[in-house]
């Protein structure tokens, strides 16, 4: 097994009008450290929990409880992962999350050298709410925190169609009162359509977008696996590189009803996969 280290609770921004909340990241780092012209790929990861609980380093308790380690199988591909913090949707609505998530790109860009990272090979990846937040990051045009490819599980990509392709079974839509969604933005979403698609990565799907890994479980009950589905769609049509593997039968946080984790081992292997592809690993 490759030799690795972690270093936690790194400041990577300060926010709020008085700059007192931190921002911070772990990072997790395979060794020993590369030469200098032996620079390592990288990921950004943000955390699941609907914009409104959860904490960096962690994929949901239902991942964390299967012990697949995610980040540790990365960093035995020669990848560094970063997890970092956002506000939460108690504490700002959006764009407040994206400004915090492109945040942390920029901080590992500014930092590659320091850390061996190639500036070049950074990339996003997020579950739930993070898998929205990295493939806003993927998909809003800014070059300091700009991505060379994306991951995302079960994310949210289109709020405004998210209550209608809700299963019969959800738990819960987007268009309940009171919904993560609506929190997240501030608005009942019905009544300012404008705010959900302002927060929807489906509205700046680009010519030029990085290649996709978008991975859903056909029996989720919190996020549609048609908000993966008409993503991976807009990709295709402006010429993104997208895959999408809808895995059957599970539902969030790739529960089973078996209990088993083999959705998540699916999952788990064909991202570690679609990075090493994008790092140029064989």
């Known amino acids: 097994m490759t030799e690795h280290r972690v270093l936690r609770g790194i400041e990577f921004a300060r926010t709020g009008d008085d700059e007192s909340r931190l921002l911070l990241l772990d990072l997790y780092m395979p060794e020993p450290a590369p030469q200098p012209e032996d620079l390592r790929p990288a990921i950004v990861h943000f955390h699941g929990g609907g914009w409104s609980v959860g904490e960096r380093s962690s994929l949901g308790p239902v991942v964390d409880g299967f012990g697949l380690n995610p980040f540790e199988v990365l960093v035995e591909a020669g990848i560094v992962v970063a997890s970092a913090d956002y506000r939460l949707s108690s504490e700002a609505h959006f764009p407040a999350q994206l400004d915090d998530a492109q945040a942390a790109v920029r901080w590992l860009r500014e930092h590659s050298a320091e850390y061996g990272v190639d500036p070049a090979r950074i990339y996003a990846w997020g579950d739930s709410a993070g898998g929205h937040l990295a493939s806003l990051v993927g998909l809003v045009a800014n070059p300091d925190s700009r991505v060379a490819a994306v991951a995302a599980w079960f994310p949210p990509t289109d709020l405004n169609r998210m209550g209608e392709q809700a299963l019969p079974d959800a738990v819960a839509r987007a268009s309940d009162p009171g919904s993560r969604e609506e929190l ?99």
Do not use: C
């Open 184 to 282: 997240l933005v501030g608005a009942v979403l019905a009544a300012e359509p404008e705010k959900a698609a302002a927060a929807s990565p489906i509205s700046y799907v680009r010519p030029g977008a990085p290649p996709f890994l978008l991975v859903h479980g056909t029996a989720d009950r919190f996020v549609p696996a048609a908000q993966s589905q008409s993503l991976a769609d807009e990709l295709n049509k402006a010429g993104a590189d997208v895959e999408l593997l809808l895995i059957d039968g599970a539902d969030h946080m790739w529960s089973l009803p078996d209990g088993s984790r083999a959705a998540a081992e699916k999952a788990l292997a064909a991202t570690v996969s679609f990075f090493r592809r994008q790092s140029g690993a064989t």
